[in-house]
């Protein structure tokens, strides 16, 4: 069955500084990968989405992501950080109509 | 703008009282999700529909029902509130289901079991 890691339950950067959050995936095929952002009491915002072709990509808000294979991870990584950035980051990996997310990543970002 | 709009934001409710929430999009999408988010916790599916057809999680329990009157609006019924159901609920919408697609989530549902 397929499944998602998010390593790091909590990470503080400070603002300027640059970030990347880990995501490893378990599955048998070719995945598809998400990463979504929610802010304290709100839903889910879609950042970016890996289905096939170019293995980084672009997402909103100045993230991008790559998908490496050989790691089986789909890290996000953003160059650098604006404290409106601190939410809980949410890995997903999908497979038809099923969505699997991780626990998710607490960011804090530090004035 | 197109949106996926969950009312009401918050909910109240007491320990074994029927509650119903509410889904609407008008993004005209075939597919509808609920899912149940604890606090700390990735989402976790508990149905969807795929135009009229009901897809219930194996482990979704009996007290989550789900009606789908119309293409834009679908709801999540606890039949009998416990406390453990104390959570955010949160409702999305997909295009198509038969290959992984982006899900729209609407700002959520909290609900609070006292």
């Known amino acids: 069955a397929q499944s998602v890691t998010q390593p790091d339950i909590h990470i503080t950067v400070s603002e300027g500084a640059s970030l990347e959050l880990r995501c490893n995936y378990s599955?048998?095929?070719?995945?598809?990968l998400f990463w979504y952002v929610q802010s304290p009491g709100q839903g889910l915002q879609l950042l970016l989405k890996?289905?096939?072709?170019?293995?980084l990509v672009q997402g909103i808000k100045g993230f991008e992501a790559e998908f490496k294979r050989s790691q089986s991870s789909f890290n996000l990584r953003k160059p650098s950080v604006h404290w409106s950035d601190a939410a809980e980051y949410f890995c997903?990996?999908?497979?038809?109509?099923?969505?699997?997310f991780g626990a998710g990543t607490r960011l804090t970002v530090k004035p | 703008d197109a949106m996926v709009i969950q009312n009401p934001r918050y909910q109240v409710t007491q320990f074994g009282k029927p509650v119903t929430l509410s889904c609407s999009q008008t993004?005209?999408?075939?597919?509808m999700y609920w899912y149940q988010q604890k606090s700390s916790q990735a989402p976790k599916l508990l149905f969807h529909?795929?135009?009229?057809?009901?897809?219930n999680e194996a482990d979704t329990p009996d007290n989550f029902q789900s009606r789908r009157p119309n293409t834009s609006f679908c709801f999540l019924d606890i039949r009998s509130p416990g406390l453990g159901d104390a959570a955010m609920y949160l409702c999305?919408?997909?295009?198509?289901?038969?290959?992984?697609?982006?899900?729209?989530f609407g700002p959520g549902t909290r609900l609070t079991v006292l």
């Open positions: 529909y795929y135009d009229k057809d009901f897809n």
């Open positions: 890996y289905f096939s072709g170019d293995t």
């Open positions: 999305a919408t997909s295009r198509v289901r038969d290959w992984p697609d982006t899900q729209y």
């Open positions: 997903a990996v999908g497979e038809l109509n099923d969505m699997r």
């Open positions: 993004l005209n999408h075939n597919v």
């Open positions: 599955y048998g095929a070719t995945p598809y």
